[in-house]
């Protein structure tokens, strides 16, 4: 009967298919900032260096998740469709000429939302379950 | 002396073979020439192609952050190419690098116009790259290599012809001599 019992546990865990969790990854920003909402062509314009202010005119710092954070790539997967190679690629194509500079790297979600508390001009990304009231979500990347 | 009528056939034939011979190797020959004259213009505008190609996507990166430092670089090594007398990128309507005045480029003709569109957004064009052939220099090169192949054709038909007739005189003289 045990036998049978996992056998049977067996083939149902072989029928589902892995699947990677999927984070809702969110864009955030300090929560007395002025911005309610910002367009996916804007959050892009800023995360990629063509934009360095808000729509107010503000300026706009962007934040972005360590190297080896898994939000980090679910963020460019989902806002560009792009792995992160792809996305240092495009940085270093860049690194001579001093037009555009990177997002500042955090250490973690902890680091991301502390300074976001302390700078306006910090835009941020986290994963939406780590939202708290002390940041305002200004636009979901998915 | 009058011409034994044997000799005034074997005459006509080797007229007649002979204005064959260079009826087929003039028709020959401009067909080779403006095939190869074509075929080289083509070869020459795909390296051309393939050039823009190689660069398209930092011209684009150039165009999208108007980045004249970057767009500059693009400029200058697509401008290294011979047959390239001179480059422009453009974001949207704004001219961000050029090796040449912009004035040039209104002034010509024979400009070939790439599209650049977003690293992010396919649906977006963020400028455009203007180059200007060297058209004399394009010309010149294919007008070059289509004369050598017709050269060449002329050349194997001459030699032909002179073998046919060689062989032929031999014929004549073992039959009728």
Same mark, same amino acid.
């Given at each position: 009967?045990?036998?049978?019992?996992?056998?049977?546990?067996?083939?149902?865990?072989?029928?589902? %298919?892995?699947?990677?969790?999927?984070?809702?990854?969110?864009?955030?920003?300090?929560?007395?900032?002025?911005?309610?909402?910002?367009?996916?062509?804007?959050?892009?314009?800023?995360?990629?260096? %063509?934009?360095?202010?808000?729509?107010?005119?503000?300026?706009?710092?962007?934040?972005?998740?360590?190297?080896?954070?898994?939000?980090?790539? *679910?963020?460019?997967?989902?806002?560009?469709?792009?792995?992160?190679?792809?996305?240092?690629?495009?940085?270093?194509?860049?690194?001579?000429?001093? %037009?555009?500079?990177?997002?500042?790297?955090?250490?973690?979600?902890?680091?991301?939302?502390?300074?976001?508390? *302390?700078?306006?001009?910090?835009?941020?990304?986290?994963?939406?379950?780590?939202?708290?009231?002390?940041?305002?979500?200004?636009?979901?990347?998915? | 002396?009058?011409?034994?009528?044997?000799?005034?056939?074997?005459?006509?034939?080797?007229?007649?073979?002979?204005?064959?011979?260079?009826?087929?190797?003039?028709?020959?020959?401009?067909?080779?020439?403006?095939?190869?004259?074509?075929?080289?213009?083509?070869?020459?505008?795909?390296?051309?192609?393939?050039?823009?190609?190689?660069?398209?996507?930092?011209?684009?990166?150039?165009?999208?952050?108007?980045?004249?430092?970057?767009?500059?670089?693009?400029?200058?090594?697509?401008?290294?190419?011979?047959?390239?007398?001179?480059?422009?990128?453009?974001?949207?309507?704004?001219?961000?690098?050029?090796?040449?005045?912009?004035?040039?480029?209104?002034?010509?003709? *024979?400009?070939?116009?790439?599209?650049?569109?977003?690293?992010?957004?396919?649906?977006?064009?963020?400028?455009?790259?203007?180059?200007?052939?060297?058209? *004399?220099?394009?010309?010149?090169?294919? %007008?070059?290599?289509?004369?050598?192949?017709?050269?060449?054709?002329?050349?194997?038909?001459?030699?032909?012809?002179?073998?046919?007739?060689?062989?032929?005189?031999?014929?004549?003289?073992?039959?009728?001599?």
């Amino acid at each position: 009967m045990n036998q049978l019992l996992s056998l049977t546990l067996l083939i149902l865990l072989l029928l589902c %298919r892995a699947e990677p969790l999927r984070a809702d990854v969110v864009l955030v920003v300090n929560k007395s900032s002025d911005i309610v909402f910002l367009s996916k062509k804007h959050v892009i314009d800023i995360y990629m260096g %063509r934009e360095s202010t808000f729509p107010n005119g503000e300026d706009v710092v962007p934040l972005d998740q360590n190297v080896e954070s898994p939000l980090r790539h *679910e963020f460019y997967k989902q806002l560009v469709n792009k792995q992160v190679s792809e996305i240092n690629a495009y940085w270093a194509r860049l690194l001579f000429s001093g %037009r555009a500079t990177p997002p500042r790297s955090v250490d973690n979600n902890k680091s991301m939302l502390i300074m976001l508390q *302390e700078n306006k001009s910090f835009i941020g990304y986290i994963d939406q379950n780590n939202a708290s009231d002390e940041v305002k979500i200004i636009h979901y990347v998915n | 002396m009058s011409i034994k009528p044997h000799n005034k056939i074997a005459y006509r034939v080797v007229a007649v073979l002979l204005f064959s011979a260079l009826l087929v190797a003039l028709t020959t020959a401009v067909f080779f020439y403006n095939y190869t004259y074509k075929q080289e213009m083509t070869t020459i505008q795909s390296s051309l192609d393939r050039l823009v190609n190689a660069v398209s996507k930092t011209a684009a990166i150039a165009a999208y952050l108007d980045d004249k430092v970057l767009a500059q670089e693009v400029v200058n090594g697509i401008a290294a190419d011979d047959f390239v007398k001179s480059v422009s990128l453009h974001s949207q309507n704004t001219l961000i690098a050029s090796n040449q005045t912009h004035d040039a480029f209104l002034l010509s003709s *024979e400009i070939m116009k790439y599209p650049l569109t977003s690293p992010f957004f396919a649906d977006e064009e963020v400028g455009q790259l203007i180059i200007h052939g060297n058209i *004399e220099l394009i010309r010149s090169q294919a %007008r070059d290599i289509a004369f050598e192949h017709v050269t060449l054709i002329s050349i194997y038909s001459f030699i032909f012809i002179i073998i046919l007739l060689f062989y032929y005189f031999i014929i004549l003289l073992f039959y009728y001599f």
